[in-house]
Nanobody, 127 residues
Framework: QVQLVESGGGLLQAGDSLRLSCAVSGPTFSGYAMAWFRQAPGKEREFVGAVSWDAGLTYTPASVRDRFDTDRDKAKNTVYLQIYSLKPEDTAIYYC????????????????????WGQGTQVTVSS
């Protein structure tokens, strides 16, 4: 059982930068992918980045690639989402998720592929 706890959200202004953290716990994370999703009010949950735990491979979708970075620190058992130049449209609940990679590509953008989820952290960006 993998447990994920997000932190770092809050109320920010447009143009600010923010780093969200996801503390990971459990018996093992080897072979896992860690991902970030976000969900704005009235919208579908959106994939915004992933990292493979073992190799540290990262992927950020084109929609946010110029401003979002995902990374992990194995020594701290923590996954990060760095966001630069925040925009009001970044306002959402940000979720950390994880899944076993197996024989698939690590950076799945499908919500249903992820078995473990954190409770989310709210990010609100004012203009």
């Amino acid at each position: 059982q993998v447990q994920l706890v997000e932190s770092g959200g809050g109320l920010l202004q447009a143009g600010d930068s923010l780093r969200l953290s996801c503390a990971v716990s459990g018996p093992t994370f080897s072979g896992y992918a860690m991902a970030w999703f976000r969900q704005a009010p009235g919208k579908e949950r959106e994939f915004v980045g992933a990292v493979s735990w073992d190799a540290g491979l990262t992927y950020t979708p084109a929609s946010v690639r110029d401003r979002f970075d995902t990374d992990r620190d194995k020594a701290k058992n923590t996954v990060y989402l760095q966001i630069y130049s925040l925009k009001p449209e970044d306002t959402a609940i940000y979720y950390c998720a994880s899944r076993v990679i197996g024989m698939t590509y690590f950076a799945s953008d499908r919500r249903d592929d992820y078995k473990y989820w954190g409770q989310g952290t709210q990010v609100t960006v004012s203009s």
